[in-house]
């Protein structure tokens, strides 16, 4: 479809008579951006979109920038914290019988450890993300469902302060991030620090699950016109399917958190094995969410690796439709691993070898991927920034961690190293090389889309080597120490293992990796107020999100684009086409069909509302007293009902009411 | 970056119902998520059947007349509920209006005997993991039929005032029809669990 095909309106939809039918009140119309000159236009758009200045108005924005910001700035905030326990371990397994910390901090420590970074971090940073780029690159106003997404944000900040608190009182949970009964049951996990595992989960979950629908039908609805979905970036198509993952796979980890709290506070027997019970159960319920998990942190970082390389190679991802069904596929698959966490529990034969084939088969449309960019890169010219080289980082370390996930998908190996560094260092060069390193690349990458200024290139060539060369030092040596047997989750080890010196010298690499951590703070905060100014296409990429000003309005675009290209600013490198004909003074923007993105409604977005807060908060007070009391779903029950008929009900502005 | 006006707008609709609605889909997105923790809990009740020498576990089976009334009127208001739907798409505001308070009532009359399912169960959920899994499904089904009552009240009440004149409340409407098909088709599987399978030989 061209623009001119549009223009003509030889491709809109049938427009059915809806609105001339029924008990309807009379349409109200407003003044409409046709023939407005750019000045007015924006005048009028910066006052229907603003978000109210003063804290009421901050607290009801339902701007998904500033909601992502938010998100970026909060979750960033418990990647500290995930990271400076990760260091507190590391000085006390810097040597052997160290006695810096003891063994029930320590178990705090780790759980803390692993519980903030896959919850309160990685998960929440790709969404976040997601929440900013999604809606400019798929040129609309906002995300769909404002409202919900600004709702996710605060039930995500409640659940990660819930968490600490905990730590800081002494009660967080202790029993590792997949908190496995038995020992997090009734009978072996005494206090409440199960219970703070349990409600966190489901904090962040339901905050999750929210801003993975708004996510699908930003994508599947709000595209704009044109933008069929042969033209999707290969960033949105990774949301779209990592949402997609969210939705069915998120729900196991709260039926397990449920089942667990209820084992727990009201004596169901669900994993009590002397009441019919099973403990496995929790183990399949777990990580029928928990292997989806790690592809809903690596997908994401999949598209922005795309991005990336596109925008530097100076070319289109070479194979666009294999990678979006290497994407759809991973998706699929990942629902097909579960069993492989859970080889040392004894399961029959056959099953573990079904889901061996299903481990290695997933190396597959990775691999696809993996050779997509680097045919990519080899076909374009590229140009070597800091983006690019957190690319390379990523490509070595992935494919280091993908070759030791292929090892331990055989039951062999991974019942000699089960429970072992091996395994500590297996994820962590999935996990960090997967999906933080090509996040560090986006950072610098997209930086000056929310900034408007660059980040320091030199800094950042520094803080990549140092990252990489920490990273190596302190996960590499794992391998080993694991081979030789060295434990998980072991506070400390005796001298005669003879495991002293290479602990302190992983201990070392955490340092180094932690400095690099240190450098790049100061880059985000030196480069925030001081970099040089971005303009709107400092890499001249070819995606939506840099048609408009760095950072974009409120409104995102004056005008909403017509696509008609999968790179559209470089296929249009002079004007873009645009669509005119929607209402002004009215938060007003298109909804377009699932396939080919024709232009079918002009459909009104949530104004701003305090509410969301107000519900987050009703949500919030409920689960915090549901692991004191069952009773907590019952009183909690009426202030969630009014908060949600505040939030729901129409307040007579345009957009509830027409 | 310089724009020219390639496709005008000014002619499209400012409502569309069912699938041309955002609002179809988030809803289709809800049902996707809380329907895989049905498909979840249902799994976990046939795991731990499949494991145990018997099943029922130590009682008899749940007397299944208070299930089986809930049942027959859930699929009967079906039929109003999709009636309801027909009004709703034609925007007609004095039919959609009987048609809630029906949908309400035919919500709270599946509420008053869910009341006596409980009991009817034979077992409580502290007595060993059948019956915890029993009252996890009845629990886990009663509470979207709350939350789906609740939302259908509310949205009676607001069809009533002058915001109901609006096509957006319309599609809220065939929205909420959209979401009780739901209610009830999950219940039918959730049923057969509860009810029949612990008389299966």
Same mark, same amino acid.
């Given at each position: 479809?061209?623009?001119?095909?549009?223009?003509?309106?030889?491709?809109?939809?049938?427009?059915?008579?809806?609105?001339?039918?029924?008990?309807?009140?009379?349409?109200?119309?407003?003044?409409?951006?046709?023939?407005?000159?750019?000045?007015?236009?924006?005048?009028?758009?910066?006052?229907?979109?603003?978000?109210?200045?003063?804290?009421?108005?901050?607290?009801?924005?339902?701007?998904?920038?500033?909601?992502?910001?938010?998100?970026?700035?909060?979750?960033?905030?418990?990647?500290?914290?995930?990271?400076?326990?990760?260091?507190?371990?590391?000085?006390?397994?810097?040597?052997?019988?160290?006695?810096?910390?003891?063994?029930?901090?320590?178990?705090?420590?780790?759980? $803390?450890?692993?519980?903030?970074?896959?919850?309160? &971090? %990685?998960? !929440?940073? @790709?969404?976040? =993300?997601?929440?900013? *780029?999604?809606?400019?690159?798929?040129?609309?106003?906002?995300?769909?469902?404002?409202?919900?997404?600004?709702?996710?944000?605060?039930?995500?900040?409640?659940?990660?302060?819930?968490?600490?608190?905990?730590?800081?009182?002494?009660?967080?949970?202790?029993?590792?991030?997949?908190?496995?009964?038995?020992?997090?049951?009734?009978?072996?996990?005494?206090?409440?620090?199960?219970?703070?595992?349990?409600?966190?989960?489901?904090?962040?979950?339901?905050?999750?699950?929210?801003?993975?629908?708004?996510?699908?039908?930003?994508?599947?609805?709000?595209?704009?016109?044109?933008?069929?979905?042969?033209?999707?970036?290969?960033?949105?198509?990774? $949301?779209?399917?990592?949402?997609?993952?969210?939705? &069915? %796979?998120? !729900?196991? @980890?709260?039926? =397990?958190?449920?089942? *667990?709290?209820?084992?727990?506070?009201?004596?169901?027997?669900?994993?009590?094995?002397?009441?019919?019970?099973?403990?496995?159960?929790?183990?399949?319920?777990?990580?029928?969410?928990?292997?989806?998990?790690?592809?809903?942190?690596?997908?994401?970082?999949?598209?922005?690796?795309?991005?990336?390389?596109?925008?530097?190679?100076?070319?289109?991802?070479?194979?666009?439709?294999?990678?979006?069904?290497?994407?759809?596929?991973?998706?699929?698959?990942?629902?097909?691993?579960?069993?492989?966490?859970?080889?040392?529990?004894?399961?029959?034969?056959?099953?573990?070898?079904?889901?061996?084939?299903?481990?290695?088969?997933?190396?597959?449309?990775?691999?696809?991927?993996?050779?997509?960019?680097?045919?990519?890169?080899?076909?374009?010219?590229?140009?070597?920034?800091?983006?690019?080289?957190?690319?390379?980082?990523?490509?070595?370390?992935?494919?280091?961690?993908?070759?030791?996930?292929?090892?331990?998908?055989?039951?062999?190996?991974?019942?000699?190293?089960?429970?072992?560094?091996?395994?500590?260092?297996?994820?962590?060069?999935?996990?960090?090389?997967?999906?933080?390193?090509?996040?560090?690349?986006?950072?610098?990458?997209?930086?000056?889309?929310?900034?408007?200024?660059?980040?320091?290139?030199?800094?950042?060539?520094?803080?990549?080597?140092?990252?990489?060369?920490?990273?190596?030092?302190?996960?590499?040596?794992?391998?080993?120490?694991?081979?030789?047997?060295?434990?998980?989750?072991?506070?400390?080890?005796?001298?005669?293992?003879?495991?002293?010196?290479?602990?302190?010298?992983?201990?070392?690499?955490?340092?180094?990796?932690?400095?690099?951590?240190?450098?790049?703070?100061?880059?985000?905060?030196?480069?925030?107020?001081?970099?040089?100014?971005?303009?709107?296409?400092?890499?001249?990429?070819?995606?939506?999100?840099?048609?408009?000003?760095?950072?974009?309005?409120?409104?995102?675009?004056?005008?909403?684009?017509?696509?008609?290209?999968?790179?559209?600013?470089?296929?249009?490198?002079?004007?873009?086409?645009?669509?005119?004909?929607?209402?002004?003074?009215?938060?007003?923007?298109?909804?377009?069909?699932?396939?080919?993105?024709?232009?079918?409604?002009?459909?009104?977005?949530?104004?701003?509302?305090?509410?969301?807060?107000?519900?987050?908060?009703?949500?919030?007070?409920?689960?915090?007293?549901?692991?004191?009391?069952?009773?907590?779903?019952?009183?909690?029950?009426?202030?969630?009902?009014?908060?949600?008929?505040?939030?729901?009900?129409?307040?007579?502005?345009?957009?509830?009411?027409? | 970056?310089?724009?020219?006006?390639?496709?005008?707008?000014?002619?499209?609709?400012?409502?569309?119902?069912?699938?041309?609605?955002?609002?179809?889909?988030?809803?289709?997105?809800?049902?996707?998520?809380?329907?895989?923790?049905?498909?979840?809990?249902?799994?976990?009740?046939?795991?731990?059947?499949?494991?145990?020498?018997?099943?029922?576990?130590?009682?008899?089976?749940?007397?299944?007349?208070?299930?089986?009334?809930?049942?027959?009127?859930?699929?009967?208001?079906?039929?109003?509920?999709?009636?309801?739907?027909?009004?709703?798409?034609?925007?007609?505001?004095?039919?959609?209006?009987?048609?809630?308070?029906?949908?309400?009532?035919?919500?709270?009359?599946?509420?008053?005997?869910?009341?006596?399912?409980?009991?009817?169960?034979?077992?409580?959920?502290?007595?060993?993991?059948?019956?915890?899994?029993?009252?996890?499904?009845?629990?886990?089904?009663?509470?979207?039929?709350?939350?789906?009552?609740?939302?259908?009240?509310?949205?009676?009440?607001?069809?009533?005032?002058?915001?109901?004149?609006?096509?957006?409340?319309?599609?809220?409407?065939?929205?909420?029809?959209?979401?009780?098909?739901?209610?009830?088709?999950?219940?039918?599987?959730?049923?057969?669990?509860?009810?029949?399978?612990?008389?299966?030989?």
């Amino acid at each position: 479809m061209s623009s001119a095909d549009l223009a003509h309106g030889r491709d809109l939809a049938p427009q059915r008579a809806a609105a001339q039918k029924g008990d309807l009140a009379p349409e109200r119309d407003g003044p409409r951006d046709t023939g407005l000159d750019d000045a007015s236009l924006e005048r009028w758009l910066a006052r229907t979109w603003q978000t109210v200045p003063g804290i009421i108005g901050a607290l009801s924005s339902v701007d998904h920038k500033i909601v992502a910001r938010r998100y970026l700035i909060t979750a960033f905030v418990f990647l500290c914290l995930g990271g400076l326990s990760a260091v507190a371990m590391r000085i006390q397994l810097s040597g052997p019988e160290r006695g810096l910390i003891g063994p029930d901090r320590y178990n705090q420590l780790f759980t $803390m450890h692993g519980v903030t970074m896959m919850f309160l &971090f %990685a998960v !929440p940073i @790709v969404q976040a =993300t997601g929440i900013y *780029l999604v809606p400019l690159m798929v040129g609309t106003r906002n995300i769909a469902f404002p409202r919900l997404n600004a709702f996710s944000f605060w039930i995500y900040l409640s659940g990660g302060l819930f968490a600490w608190v905990s730590f800081a009182l002494d009660m967080a949970p202790d029993v590792g991030w997949f908190s496995y009964v038995p020992l997090s049951g009734p009978e072996f996990g005494p206090g409440k620090r199960s219970d703070v595992w349990a409600q966190m989960i489901t904090y962040t979950e339901v905050s999750s699950l929210a801003v993975a629908v708004a996510t699908i039908v930003t994508v599947l609805k709000q595209r704009a016109p044109g933008m069929s979905l042969d033209k999707i970036p290969l960033y949105v198509w990774a $949301m779209l399917v990592t949402s997609f993952v969210i939705v &069915f %796979a998120m !729900p196991a @980890v709260m039926i =397990t958190s449920t089942f *667990l709290i209820l084992d727990r506070l009201v004596g169901t027997h669900i994993f009590n094995p002397a009441e019919g019970g099973d403990v496995l159960l929790f183990q399949h319920l777990f990580w029928f969410f928990g292997h989806p998990e790690v592809y809903i942190i690596f997908l994401p970082a999949t598209g922005m690796v795309s991005s990336i390389i596109a925008a530097f190679a100076r070319r289109p991802v070479f194979g666009y439709l294999g990678m979006v069904l290497s994407l759809i596929s991973v998706g699929f698959l990942s629902f097909g691993l579960w069993v492989h966490h859970m080889f040392a529990t004894g399961l029959p034969k056959l099953g573990a070898s079904f889901f061996t084939a299903s481990s290695m088969l997933i190396a597959i449309p990775n691999g696809l991927q993996i050779f997509c960019w680097l045919a990519t890169l080899w076909d374009g010219r590229p140009i070597i920034r800091t983006p690019l080289l957190f690319v390379f980082g990523f490509f070595f370390t992935f494919v280091a961690g993908g070759l030791t996930g292929v090892m331990l998908a055989s039951v062999p190996l991974d019942l000699q190293v089960h429970d072992t560094y091996f395994v500590t260092a297996h994820f962590h060069y999935v996990l960090i090389g997967g999906s933080v390193f090509p996040l560090l690349g986006a950072t610098y990458f997209w930086f000056p889309k929310i900034t408007g200024r660059m980040m320091s290139e030199r800094l950042g060539r520094w803080h990549f080597w140092l990252a990489f060369i920490g990273f190596n030092a302190a996960f590499f040596p794992m391998h080993i120490v694991g081979l030789w047997g060295m434990p998980r989750r072991v506070y400390t080890y005796p001298v005669e293992l003879g495991w002293g010196n290479i602990n302190l010298f992983i201990t070392a690499g955490a340092v180094v990796l932690f400095l690099s951590f240190v450098l790049f703070t100061i880059n985000l905060v030196y480069s925030a107020s001081r970099g040089a100014p971005a303009g709107d296409n400092p890499w001249n990429a070819g995606t939506l999100e840099w048609a408009t000003s760095s950072p974009p309005p409120s409104y995102n675009f004056a005008r909403i684009p017509v696509v008609t290209h999968s790179e559209p600013l470089w296929a249009e490198r002079d004007t873009l086409p645009v669509a005119t004909g929607l209402r002004v003074d009215v938060r007003e923007l298109v909804i377009s069909t699932v396939a080919e993105a024709y232009p079918d409604v002009r459909e009104k977005s949530a104004t701003p509302s305090i509410w969301p807060l107000f519900a987050a908060l009703a949500v919030g007070a409920t689960f915090l007293y549901s692991i004191f009391s069952p009773w907590a779903v019952v009183w909690g029950a009426g202030p969630i009902a009014i908060t949600l008929i505040g939030w729901f009900w129409p307040k007579g502005d345009p957009e509830d009411e027409e | 970056m310089k724009q020219r006006p390639a496709a005008d707008l000014s002619k499209l609709p400012t409502f569309g119902i069912g699938p041309r609605s955002p609002t179809w889909w988030g809803t289709l997105a809800f049902m996707a998520l809380e329907g895989t923790g049905f498909a979840l809990a249902a799994g976990a009740y046939l795991y731990l059947a499949y494991l145990s020498p018997e099943w029922p576990l130590g009682v008899p089976p749940p007397n299944h007349w208070p299930g089986t009334i809930v049942t027959l009127l859930l699929l009967a208001s079906v039929v109003p509920n999709h009636i309801l739907n027909r009004y709703a798409e034609a925007c007609a505001m004095v039919p959609v209006r009987i048609g809630l308070i029906v949908m309400t009532l035919l919500g709270i009359a599946p509420l008053v005997v869910r009341w006596f399912e409980f009991p009817a169960l034979n077992i409580y959920w502290d007595t060993n993991a059948y019956g915890s899994m029993l009252w996890v499904l009845l629990g886990l089904h009663t509470t979207h039929l709350i939350t789906d009552v609740g939302d259908t009240l509310v949205l009676t009440v607001l069809m009533f005032t002058r915001h109901g004149y609006s096509g957006r409340r319309f599609g809220d409407v065939g929205d909420n029809v959209f979401y009780w098909d739901f209610v009830v088709a999950t219940w039918i599987p959730i049923y057969l669990l509860i009810y029949w399978m612990p008389r299966l030989d």
